[in-house]
């Protein structure tokens, strides 16, 4: 399944299947992102970052994409699990990666369904 | 791994009052710290950014006298809202950046419900 954060907020996906969430950045000077897995009533947990000198980055069944040309990123989640079932959020930043303020998109509710 | 805490996880208070949040990094330092505010089904929107040593700078719209923000130490901020009234309730989050990775990495803390009656 495939869904763009800004304009579709909800994407469900079987579980096992894979998923991509998409997020459309805005500042073309940023230098750094990042993505947040946020549960329910709990704090942005850290999923993975990419600096903009890369285009694709991996971790553990997750993948991060970066088309700076047109401003987009996009998480991909292989072979999802009940767990994954979480609103996703994009982040910017600037060159000072972590330690300075990031930016937020408006976030994708992911539903893996069993 | 980094972890960041916050107490209380969740406050009620009259409205009027004053309320307190503390944000700590547990096993590592953090020279700055900073504090979102989410209300509910929205994103995090960054309020101000703690500095150690130094005043917190404020983003534009946010009320410094409102948002008292003092960082006593290099693991512990506390975020102060003063008179609080029903539209202060939200969902408070602080972060801390941690090095030594592939690069430095904010990570959050759990959060603290904030609700004025």
């Known amino acids: 399944g495939e869904s763009v954060g800004l304009h579709l907020p909800t994407l469900s996906v079987q579980e096992g299947d894979n998923s991509i969430i998409n997020c459309a950045y805005s500042?073309?000077?940023?230098?750094?992102f990042i993505w947040y897995k946020q549960e329910s009533g709990k704090g942005p947990q850290f999923i993975i970052d990419i600096r903009s000198n890369m285009d694709k980055r991996q971790g553990q069944r997750v993948t991060v994409l970066l088309n700076k040309t047109v401003k987009h990123l996009s998480l991909q989640i292989a072979a999802t699990q009940p767990g994954d079932s979480a609103v996703y959020f994009c982040a910017e930043g600037g060159s000072n990666f972590g330690n300075e303020k990031l930016t937020f998109g408006t976030g994708t509710r992911l539903t893996i369904i069993p | 791994g980094a972890v960041v805490s916050q107490h209380p996880s969740r406050v009620i208070c009259k409205s009027g009052t004053s309320v307190k949040i503390e944000c700590r990094s547990l096993d590592f330092q953090a020279t700055t710290m900073f504090w979102y505010r989410q209300f509910p089904k929205q994103s995090l929107m960054l309020m101000a950014t703690?500095?150690?040593?130094?005043?917190?700078?404020?983003e534009q719209g946010v009320e410094k006298d409102k948002f008292l923000i003092n960082h006593a130490s290099l693991t512990l901020s506390t975020l102060t809202v003063t008179s609080a009234h029903p539209e202060d309730s939200s969902f408070y989050i602080c972060?801390?950046?941690?090095?030594?990775?592939?690069?430095?990495?904010?990570?959050f803390g759990p959060g603290t419900r904030l609700t004025v009656l």
């Open positions: 972060s801390a950046p941690v090095g030594g990775g592939f690069t430095d990495t904010q990570y």
């Open positions: 500042n073309s000077a940023s230098d750094y």
């Open positions: 703690s500095n150690e040593g130094s005043k917190a700078t404020y």
